[in-house]
């Protein structure tokens, strides 16, 4: 193969990503050699090694210094756009899944109240699930939406693979706007160590995100706790 457009980096970048998602190169397989893939490719090894740091930076590759480059675990990836955990997980190539923990309707608390636009009190559908991700647990959440605009909302059939956005989009007509994400540091406490298979005490990342429908509504409230090894948020900001 010769690769002769203009930005040779990210052509072969996209080779690479290609050849991995193909499955060409497995999870945890070693990549052939900086001088290799640079033969192979018929390209300058410099253009080689920024590829690799531009997969790096996308998680798909982890670079071990003395040992080579190696394909990493596949990871969910959020925060470049409004996706619903399963369109996250399916783009990566895997199957969503996931565990009903709690499904209830419960007074909203005061926090919870504030950020729905709400009274306290007010009915709230509190939604609870373990994500999975190729039968791995990912993610724990917790979802709150007004039960006033989504009624019988957890009267739905769920099963293991009901999307909430594509229920909120195609029973209820919503429209998603935008969405506010504020991201938390924390320790995995014994609750979160058994669901996500994790020590006590490792470190985590806690997101809270606030949905908006097309009239700026708030409609959902959520808390997400990540796997960090199985995760991983990009944010790509624009000026």
Same mark, same amino acid.
Not at 77 to 92: D, K, N, T, Y
Not at 132 to 154: C, I, K, M, Q, W
Not at 199 to 227: C, N, W
């Given at each position: 193969? %010769?690769? #002769?457009?203009?930005? !040779? ?7 690479? $990503? ?17 001088? =290799?893939?640079?033969?192979? *490719? ?18 798909? /590759?982890? *670079?071990?210094?003395? %040992?080579?480059?190696? #394909?990493?675990?596949?990871? /969910? ?23 009903? $923990? ?9 926090? /919870? ?27 724990? =959440? ?18 293991? =693979? @009901?999307?909430?956005?594509?229920? $909120?989009? =195609?029973?209820?007509? #919503? ?7 504020? *991201?938390?540091? !924390? ?7 058994? $669901?996500?298979?994790?020590? #006590?005490? @490792?470190?985590?990342?806690?997101? %809270? ?9 708030? !409609? ?16 790509? *900001? %624009?000026?």
């Amino acid at each position: 193969m %010769k690769i #002769v457009r203009t930005n !040779i980096a990210d052509e072969v970048s996209n080779w690479l $990503l290609e050849a991995i998602r193909s499955g060409r190169y497995q999870s945890g397989e070693k990549l052939p050699s900086v001088e =290799e893939l640079a033969a192979q *490719l018929n390209v300058g090894r410099s253009s080689v090694r920024e590829a690799l740091r531009q997969l790096q930076a996308l998680g798909w /590759v982890t *670079l071990q210094h003395g %040992k080579g480059t190696f #394909v990493s675990a596949p990871k /969910v990836q959020i925060g470049s756009s409004l996706a619903s955990f399963s369109e996250s997980v399916r783009a990566r190539g895997m199957q969503p899944g996931g565990v009903i $923990l709690r499904r209830e309707v419960v007074p909203a608390s005061e926090a /919870v109240a504030c950020e729905l636009q709400i009274d306290t009190d007010e009915p709230v559908n509190l939604l609870v699930r373990l994500r999975l991700a190729n039968g791995e647990p990912v993610a724990h =959440e917790t979802s709150y939406t007004p039960n006033r605009l989504f009624p019988d909302l957890l009267d739905h059939a769920w099963t293991v =693979e @009901t999307s909430l956005y594509q229920l $909120l989009s =195609e029973k209820y007509g #919503v429209r998603f706007l935008y969405a506010v994400h504020t *991201l938390f540091p !924390i320790q995995i406490d014994e609750a979160l160590s058994q $669901l996500l298979q994790l020590p #006590v005490g @490792t470190p985590a990342i806690k997101l %809270k995100s606030i949905l908006y429908d097309q009239d700026h509504r708030p !409609i959902e409230m959520a808390f997400d706790v990540y796997h960090p090894d199985r995760y991983q948020y990009t944010v790509v *900001l %624009k000026r």
